[in-house]
């Protein structure tokens, strides 16, 4: 099992604490990995890894010598280990996951994908999520915070986790989250596209498939668009990652605000609000 957090280029992981039980005294090996390619999600580089000495139920702190030589997504692994219990978390924040080292049957036969030619194809480790209901995320404690969501985010002009989780989040106790973008001379705005976060990590094929939640937890399901003082638009029951708003009349403002109002129960992430 590996849990993939993002790292900012000259950055460190902090100190990691969990929680292990383990049933008989054992060594349990945590490693830290990462991709050759930038933008690719295979632990194809070990950068470091530690040896945890287990017996019974304890927290456990561990760290890696290492530092990020550009942005990227790296996998704390926690090699299988029979009769060790890792605690877990009902939190799930928005552009961090779980995934395991394992096999999807309709699409390959092997946890491995094997180049056995000269196909030019890569061999590399399938590592996947689980669809929901039956993700989980491990109970971590950081010494000190990783910087992963910033407000800055929403101007870097893409739209998903890509090498960092590009999104804005709200703290986890802000019962008023808000966002404003600001312009130091007035706009003249046509429309507003509001892109933001639908769980782009949980597999979603096609209706066949089935789905657990009618609307992904990280959701925006109710918010408002102010244009300085002026109410532009509330929704109600969205769903939707990509919400534009037309205007009659093209409205002229110094900053656009949006308010957040609901979710379909986890925290919320923002990417952009294009204007035209």
Known sequence: ?????????????????????????????????????????????????????????????????????????????????????????????????TVFNSLNARVAKHTRQIADADYGVDEFDFWLPRRRPHQVMPALRFSEPLSCFSAQNVLNGRLRPEQLTNAWVPAADDRAAEITWRWAAPQTL?????????????????????????????????????????????????????????????VVALSIRLEILATAGALPAVYSLNVS
């Open 190 to 250: 046509n429309q507003l596209t509001l892109v933001q976060d639908n769980d782009f990590d949980n597999a979603m094929e096609s209706v066949q498939m089935g789905h657990y939640h009618a609307v992904t937890p990280h959701c925006i399901t109710h918010y408002r668009l102010w244009a300085d003082d002026r109410l532009l638009a509330e929704v109600r029951d969205n769903h939707h990652s990509v919400c534009q708003h037309r205007f009659d009349q093209p």
């Open 1 to 97: 099992m590996a849990l993939l957090l993002p790292v900012q280029a000259g950055a460190q992981l902090p100190p990691i604490t969990v929680r292990l039980r383990a049933h008989t005294a054992t060594l349990l090996t945590v490693s830290l990995q990462g991709s050759a390619r930038s933008g690719n999600f295979t632990p194809d580089y070990q950068y470091d890894e530690c040896h945890l000495a287990l017996s019974g139920e304890a927290e456990h702190t561990f760290s890696f010598r290492w530092q990020s030589e550009r942005d990227q997504y790296v996998f704390v692994v926690f090699d299988a280990q029979d009769g060790v219990d890792i605690a877990l978390t009902d939190t799930h924040l928005p552009g961090i996951m």
